[in-house]
């Protein structure tokens, strides 16, 4: 099992389903009450990119990512147009965007991560697959244009030199999402006068 450091291509992800799901185990009890609780701390992400494929080259393309990956066995990155950038969707990716930490003199690495807040709640996420070349680094609101560098395949900064104590750490980035087939078959529908079809090609995030 690996990780392949590639992404599926972005006109057919453009027109994928899906988003976050949890999973909630809910009990209701005799008196008509529930109890509801989590085991998962973490969301996790599930598309179908089978709305995304317009014409015979989209299905062709298709396949061959499939079986380059050897269908379940290795996983790739998956941009998701509706969550992948570190502000606001409209918005320019600004070094502010997220905070990541406060110096002590003597950390020198940062993990990636974005919050999610609604009201006095809120949710991390940690950011393992920057995109290359997107990322913008800030100490106490001042942008770092050097002495950082980044791993893209893990999404930790790391400094040249550990940040002063009592600075605020932030980045703002683009990033995709870490996943793998959840099919190990392609249910190709086939017509040789048109292109054929595939009814569903699900994908699922993965936990690393």
Same mark, same amino acid.
Not at 7 to 28: C, H
Not at 79 to 85: G, I, S
Not at 106 to 128: C, E, N
């Given at each position: 099992?690996?990780?392949?450091?590639?992404?599926?291509? =972005?006109?057919?992800?453009?027109?994928?389903?899906?988003?976050?799901?949890?999973? $909630?185990?809910?009990?209701?009890?005799?008196?008509?009450?529930?109890?509801?609780?989590?085991?998962?701390?973490?969301?996790?992400?599930?598309?179908?990119?089978?709305?995304?494929?317009? =014409?015979?080259? =989209?299905?062709?393309?298709?396949?061959?990512?499939?079986?380059?990956?050897?269908? #379940?066995?290795?996983?790739?990155?998956?941009?998701?147009?509706? =969550?992948?950038?570190?502000?606001?969707?409209?918005?320019?990716?600004?070094? $502010?965007? #997220?905070?990541?930490?406060?110096?002590?003199?003597?950390?020198? $690495?940062?993990?990636?991560?974005?919050?999610?807040?609604?009201?006095?709640?809120?949710?991390?996420?940690? &950011? %393992?697959?920057?995109?290359?070349? $997107?990322?913008?680094?800030?100490?106490?609101?001042?942008? %770092?244009?050097?002495?950082?560098?980044?791993?893209?395949?893990?999404? &930790?900064?790391?400094?040249?030199?550990?940040?002063?104590?009592?600075?605020?750490?932030?980045?703002?980035?683009?990033?995709?999402?870490?996943?793998?087939?959840?099919?190990? #078959?392609?249910?190709?529908?086939?017509?040789?006068?048109?292109?054929?079809? &595939?009814?569903? &090609?699900?994908?699922?995030?993965?936990?690393?």
């Amino acid at each position: 099992m690996a990780f392949h450091e590639i992404r599926f291509p =972005d006109n057919i992800s453009r027109n994928a389903r899906g988003g976050p799901r949890r999973l $909630t185990e809910i009990v209701e009890l005799a008196s008509g009450d529930e109890e509801r609780n989590s085991p998962w701390a973490n969301s996790r992400r599930v598309y179908d990119v089978a709305y995304g494929i317009r =014409d015979a080259d =989209d299905l062709a393309r298709v396949v061959a990512f499939f079986e380059a990956r050897g269908g #379940q066995l290795h996983g790739f990155r998956f941009k998701d147009w509706a =969550d992948y950038k570190s502000g606001a969707p409209l918005a320019v990716t600004e070094p $502010t965007d #997220q905070p990541l930490g406060i110096g002590d003199g003597a950390i020198t $690495t940062f993990q990636l991560v974005k919050l999610y807040r609604s009201g006095p709640h809120s949710w991390t996420r940690v &950011i %393992q697959k920057p995109v290359s070349g $997107t990322t913008r680094i800030a100490v106490e609101g001042v942008e %770092q244009l050097a002495g950082w560098s980044l791993e893209v395949a893990t999404g &930790i900064v790391t400094f040249d030199a550990a940040p002063a104590p009592g600075v605020a750490i932030t980045a703002g980035f683009q990033f995709d999402v870490p996943v793998r087939f959840d099919t190990n #078959q392609l249910d190709v529908t086939l017509n040789i006068e048109r292109l054929g079809s &595939i009814s569903s &090609i699900p994908l699922i995030e993965v936990r690393r």
